[in-house]
């Protein structure tokens, strides 16, 4: 079985710029999540989706984050434009619909604000 | 919400001496508790993880224990191995929200050979 994939797995760019990730989930995994993690910390959810839907994005700063899964399968984070403090990891992570099945992560994309 | 501490942030352990590592949750609804290992790099993976029904569950070198009562649980790695050093995040959840992880703040473990 394959794993959650993203991309890219590095990214740097200027304050103000903006940029965008890419996260594909583990086939069949209706439940995708969008983590924050910063140096030092654990992960922080962003943004989670079922199927298409947003189920809790109240901790994603909407002026400058938006994320969407538009056919329910791959899902896009962006930031516009970044500012420092979004130096982090951000993760994606895909859970499977059945009770008590617990959330796969893929390798992250390390951002880099300049 | 739910607030999760870990501790210790820093562990060194020789090898094949046994690491422990303790989280306390808030929400007495959380009911389920999973650990995750991360290497430089990559992303969390899961190592273990136990239910509000069980007090404790075993995996060849690594143990989970929950105490619901004092809300904490804790992971076990005995016979540590070069390997095991990582970072290790605990995480607690309510499946009937939407099953939302709210990690503990990582321990990073050193196993010195």
């Known amino acids: 079985e394959a794993g959650v994939a993203q991309s890219p797995r590095y990214k740097i760019i200027e304050k103000r710029q903006s940029v965008a990730f890419w996260c594909n989930p583990i086939?069949?995994?209706?439940?995708l999540y969008w983590y924050q993690q910063i140096l030092g910390q654990g992960p922080k959810l962003l943004i989670q989706f079922q199927n298409n839907g947003v189920v809790d994005d109240s901790q994603l700063p909407k002026d400058r984050f938006s994320a969407e899964r538009l056919k329910g399968v791959d899902s896009t984070l962006k930031i516009q434009p970044a500012k420092l403090e979004d130096s982090a990891v951000y993760l994606c992570?895909?859970?499977?619909?059945?009770?008590?099945?617990?959330?796969?992560f893929g390798p992250g994309t390390r951002l880099l604000v300049l | 919400g739910e607030n999760v501490e870990q501790h210790p942030s820093t562990l060194s352990v020789q090898e094949g001496d046994s690491a422990v590592i303790k989280c306390t949750y808030s929400?007495?609804?959380?009911?389920?508790f999973p650990w995750y290992k991360q290497e430089l790099g990559k992303g969390p993976q899961l190592i273990i993880d136990i239910r509000s029904n069980v007090g404790e569950k075993k995996d060849q070198r690594i143990a989970v224990t929950l105490n619901k009562t004092a809300k904490h649980f804790s992971l076990h790695i005995t016979e540590t191995q070069p390997e095991d050093s990582a970072v290790y995040f605990c995480?607690?959840?309510?499946?009937?929200?939407?099953?939302?992880?709210?990690f503990g703040t990582g321990t990073s473990l050193t196993v010195i050979p």
């Open positions: 086939s069949g995994h209706a439940t």
């Open positions: 995480a607690a959840s309510r499946w009937n929200t939407g099953n939302q992880f709210y």
């Open positions: 929400d007495s609804a959380s009911n389920y």
């Open positions: 992570a895909s859970r499977a619909p059945e009770l008590f099945k617990t959330q796969y």
